[in-house]
């Protein structure tokens, strides 16, 4: 199967891209969606699957010096790596590309070109092109007219077409036919606006070979490393003392605590990049003072720790009302039985039978000062956040 | 006085400001300095505190941001950002910097709408400067490589988040260089228009759409940042 080089996507998408599929990217315009296109070529290329992109709007170097800023080499590669040049005749340069379209706005020159680059390999082969732009130039009917051909063409032999499209306000005929008929699968790439765009997220629309369709999940790109799912707020609640502060520390590549004799008088926040997931974790003060704080920072959040110190039964009552403050808007959570390390630490099931836990709630047994458990006990919980949508 | 002006006192005066939302054509012939009149609300917008997007086609982001050096301290530099078109369409590999964001070239519609949404995340939702005006130079160079219809429809989404945003837009197109069909096409987006002319000699300058009746034509030179208004017609 092809992937898309995003392990959560392919997940949703049932393993990957079977073969002789066709996917659309359908990229709402201000949103960093172009990248996506990238990370499915440079993936297929590392597992040695022959790739072609068709440039349009980028100088063909450029576009390879994409990947570096991404921190990926693809010279090794390189003999896997094909560019079928548009750009370059459009600006009225020349090209030293093997496949060179003369007249871009001519689209029987683009189709006779990548036909002949579909036809030079075999069927363990993925074509990603930018589809609106074709369209731009070409116009709308007699680019979809040719795509629909290409798209015979591939399911015949197997062959993948990855299209990237920016949903520019074309007729709304024109949007839903490309949203809903000619291609396999479609992934909505949008952001989340008020004013401007602050968030972006992807979203599987549709996908004919498998039913995962609806799963809505948040992005942002960073450089190097590309899309990490991202979590804008998770918060690590909890009676005073139970080691929210070392939690945070223990996850965090970047970490700050406000406070003040060892106990925290304002918050801890945290920056937590794991496994192509990132997270920005607030952690509460323990302290009853504090409560206004804890509400505050509830709000907006996408999940919660709730850590406990295993030894202290008694400080149950108070994160059972910790836990109810925080969670007025049915956040998923999960319980943190922290200070395993320490004599006459409850286990997980007792702490389960004692504290009255909900069976599907992971209770997690750590060690917050010594990073044990932190980071399984992150996967559940954004696993969690990401079913919940 | 509206929430936006243009840092030109006798014209400002006459229109009463620019209120927020508005999307404004700046049109005239080639040699008429509309490209330093961009620069100069620039540099009018940065010193009322508030911060700027410049989409360029012409000047790299390095020239410009070198160009207001001279009349803008760092911290006021930090609240421009310029979307360069150019540097890479030449070939030449370049990373995001803070102050200047790069797009493939200027054919690269779907690139240079990211990077100005990125300026305006950064602007207005990150660092809180509740005002920022987007300026386009040229809208005439982005048509050399596209057509009207395109263009047209990447104007459309972002004259569109101008107004949500509550920012302003200034587009640069130059007189003369487009059939009358595509002018009108793209006046539709623009209810404001802000037209210079020259009598050869001589600059002059108004401003239709903004307040109740047109500004009367007003003579103008420009020195260094500032739009100096000659009295006479
Ligand atoms: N032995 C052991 N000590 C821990 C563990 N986690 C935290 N501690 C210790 O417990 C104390 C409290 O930890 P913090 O992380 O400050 O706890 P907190 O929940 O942030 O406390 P407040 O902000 O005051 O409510 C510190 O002395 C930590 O070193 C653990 O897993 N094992
Ligand atoms: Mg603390």
Redesign the interface.
């Known amino acids: 199967m092809v992937t898309t080089g995003i392990p959560k996507l392919d997940d949703y998408l049932g393993g990957g891209i079977p073969p002789g599929k066709t996917v659309l990217y359908y ?1 709402h ?4 969606g ?1 990248i996506f296109i990238i990370h499915a070529l440079y993936h297929n290329i590392l597992a040695g699957r022959k790739s072609i992109y068709l440039t ?4 063909p ?3 390879r ?1 994409e990947f ?2 991404l921190g990926w080499k693809i010279e090794e590669h390189a003999e896997k790596f094909i560019l079928i040049d548009a ?1 370059s005749s ?2 009225g340069a020349t090209s030293g590309e093997e496949y060179v379209v003369d007249n871009p706005e001519d689209i029987g020159n683009i189709d006779r070109i990548v036909r002949r680059a579909l036809d030079d390999s075999d069927e363990n082969l993925l074509l990603c092109c ?1 589809l ?2 074709i369209m ?2 070409c116009g709308v009917e007699e680019t979809l007219k040719v795509v629909v051909g290409w798209n015979n063409m591939v399911g015949d032999r197997g062959q993948n077409i990855i299209y990237h499209f ?1 949903a ?3 007729p709304s005929e024109v949007l839903e036919r490309i949203k809903e008929e000619l291609f396999n699968a479609v992934i909505e790439i949008g ?1 989340i ?1 008020e ?4 968030g972006q997220y992807f979203a599987v629309v549709k996908a004919d070979w498998t039913r995962a369709t609806g799963k809505t999940v948040l992005f942002k790109v960073v ?1 190097p490393g590309g899309v990490r799912l991202y979590i804008p707020k998770i918060l690590v609640t909890g009676p005073f003392n139970a080691g929210k502060s070392s939690f945070v520390r223990a996850l965090s590549t970047k970490s700050v605590s406000v406070d003040r004799n060892n106990t925290t008088v304002a918050l801890d926040y945290g920056h937590v990049d794991h496994k192509g997931m990132s997270a920005d974790i607030f952690g509460t003060p323990g302290q009853e003072r504090f409560d206004p704080i804890l509400r505050m920072l509830s709000s907006e959040a996408m999940g919660i720790f709730l850590v406990l110190d295993s030894t202290r039964p008694r400080d149950f009552e108070r994160a059972k009302k910790m836990l109810e403050m925080a969670r007025s808007y049915g956040l998923p959570y999960i319980i943190i039985a922290n200070k395993q390390d320490l004599d006459g630490a409850l286990s997980p099931d007792e702490i389960r039978r004692r504290f009255n836990v909900p069976d599907d709630v992971p209770i997690v047994p750590t060690i917050a000062t010594e990073k044990k458990g932190v980071f399984e006990a992150f996967e559940l919980l954004v696993e969690r956040i990401m079913e919940d949508k | 006085m509206l929430d936006y002006s243009l840092g030109i006192p006798e014209v400002d005066e006459i229109t009463g400001g620019v209120p927020k939302g508005t999307n404004i054509m700046l049109l005239g012939p080639p040699l008429t300095g509309k490209h330093l009149l961009i620069r100069h609300i620039i540099y009018h917008t940065i010193k009322e505190g508030d911060s700027a997007v410049l989409v360029s086609t012409r000047d790299t982001g390095d020239e410009i941001i070198e160009w207001f050096s001279e009349y803008l301290e760092e911290e006021e530099r930090s609240r421009i950002g310029i979307v360069d078109c150019v540097t890479k369409s030449l070939g030449k590999n370049i990373h995001d910097k803070d102050v200047v964001k790069y797009a493939s070239s200027p054919v690269d519609l779907t690139g240079i709408g990211i990077k100005i949404s990125q300026f305006f995340e950064e602007f207005i939702r990150r660092r809180q400067i509740p005002k920022t005006i987007l300026c386009i130079d040229s809208v005439s160079t982005l048509l050399m490589y596209t057509n009207i219809q395109t263009l047209f429809r990447f104007l459309h989404v972002f004259t569109g988040r101008v107004k949500l945003a509550g920012a302003i837009g200034i587009y640069v197109v130059d007189e003369g260089m487009h059939d009358d069909k595509s002018i009108n096409t793209l006046k539709q987006l623009f209810p404001a228009v802000f037209e210079v002319k020259t009598d050869g000699e001589e600059n002059h300058l108004r401003i239709l759409g903004l307040g109740s009746k047109p500004t009367p034509w007003k003579r103008y030179e420009i020195d260094g940042v500032e739009v100096v208004i000659k009295s006479g017609e």
């Open positions: 990229n315009p201000g949103v960093e172009d349009l709007s980028s100088d170097q450029i576009f010096e570096m800023s750009y459009l600006i930018p609106s732009a731009d130039l920016t520019w306000p074309y952001g606006r004013r401007v765009i602050f450089r």
